[in-house]
């Protein structure tokens, strides 16, 4: 699946300027692709007209025999590169051998014995010379029976001598024709060269070819254009990809910090319930009463407040109805000051305990926030230049 590319905020132009050189340069191409196809056929119907075309014709044909000849060349020559190292080894162990026996050729052998042999039935010999000849024809036996034992090698050497010969013979013969065709092809090219020289270029030819040179000139100046233009869009491109990286840093941050925040919130609100249930249990709720009800007593006035009336209904201690009942109601909220008091001491050091480890992970939270890098998204968009929406 091909990624779809992010649409830059800020790069239309560019995407416009692009799209319209894109469009200039198609037509453009457009345009040389039409006059090539013309200047072709023009140049196909002069070449068919031109002495050139018999010339290029015979080129053309002893192009190919001298490919052919190169060919058949090169042939010879791997049979021959091939052959050499065996010809070699061969030529070199027949030599070594008849070095170490001292042989001549097996007919030599063969004429000294027949020699002997015909001195021994011929001639009156001594003891002396009897000896001597038996000797000499009980070596050249020896020496016969070890050519014996080469002749196969020398047979083998024989025919891939004849070989190499005939391959020297034919690569001289290839060389030869292919030195003259070869100085054939040159003296072509030379009269093609020549007439190519002596001949001017056809008028239209030169005008569709200048046309084109003037429509290559102009696609190349759109096309630095272009390239000024994509390097501007890719400046943007990186500077915006740079500030959305940073902003995502930032709202990484922002999230974070509004995590702890809503931790925090919630620290405090459970540190509000216990201060709560910590003022119900408050016992100077009770001498707050105890003050309020004497000081109506001083006035003779029974007038409550809504907040002592909460008070008392809370402490469960009825609102006196007159003047008269307030020294006993006095005496009953100390009662139950009392009773109060033994209740919740218990429960004091509770309170205490809990709110103090809420403030201690209110504080470490803080000291999170406070350790984040500082954000600003409005000032982020304001460097990079990012229009606010």
Do not use: C, H
Request: no cysteine.
């Amino acid at each position: 699946m091909v990624e779809k590319r992010i649409r830059v905020p800020g790069t239309e132009d560019e995407r416009k300027l692009i799209l319209q050189y894109n469009n200039e340069m198609d037509s453009i191409t457009k345009k040389i692709e039409t006059y090539k196809t013309e200047l072709l056929q023009r140049i196909d119907a002069e070449k068919k007209q031109s002495p050139k075309m018999k010339l290029y014709k015979e080129k053309e044909e002893l192009e190919s025999i001298f490919k052919e000849y190169m060919e058949q060349r090169k042939v010879l020559m791997g049979e021959r590169i091939s052959n050499n190292p065996m010809y070699k080894d061969i030529k070199d162990s027949l030599f070594s051998e008849k070095k170490k026996y001292n042989l001549g050729s097996y007919q030599e052998i063969e004429e000294q014995e027949k020699n002997i042999n015909k001195k021994i039935i011929t001639e009156k010999l001594t003891t002396q010379q009897e000896k001597k000849y038996s000797s000499m024809l009980l070596e050249l036996k020896r020496k016969k029976k070890i050519f014996s034992q080469i002749k196969e090698k020398e047979e083998e050497f024989k025919k891939l001598d004849g070989r190499m010969k005939e391959i020297n013979a034919e690569l001289k013969v290839f060389n030869e024709k292919i030195s003259e065709v070869k100085d054939k092809i040159m003296m072509i090219k030379a009269d093609i060269t020549k007439i190519t020289e002596k001949k001017e270029k056809n008028e239209k030819i030169v005008e569709i070819e200048s046309i084109m040179e003037k429509l290559k000139a102009k696609k190349n100046e759109i096309w630095e254009k272009k390239k000024k233009v994509i390097e501007e869009k890719k400046v943007k491109e990186e500077k915006y990809f740079k500030y959305k990286d940073e902003l995502n840093k930032q709202l990484k941050v922002e999230k974070d910090k509004k995590e702890i925040r809503n931790k925090m919130r919630e620290f405090e609100e459970q540190k509000s319930k216990i201060v709560e249930e910590q003022n119900r249990d408050n016992i100077k709720k009770y001498d707050r009463i105890i003050e309020s009800l004497l000081s109506i007593k001083k006035s003779k006035e029974l007038m409550l407040g809504i907040n002592l009336i909460v008070d008392m209904n809370e402490i469960g201690v009825e609102v006196p109805s007159s003047a008269d009942e307030i020294e006993n109601k006095v005496e009953e909220v100390k009662i139950k000051k009392i009773e109060f008091g033994e209740k919740v001491k218990s429960r004091e050091d509770n309170y205490r305990s809990e709110i103090e480890k809420l403030d201690g992970m209110i504080s470490s939270e803080k000291k999170k926030i406070e350790s984040m890098p500082v954000t600003d998204i409005k000032l982020l968009k304001e460097e990079y230049g990012i229009k606010m929406e």
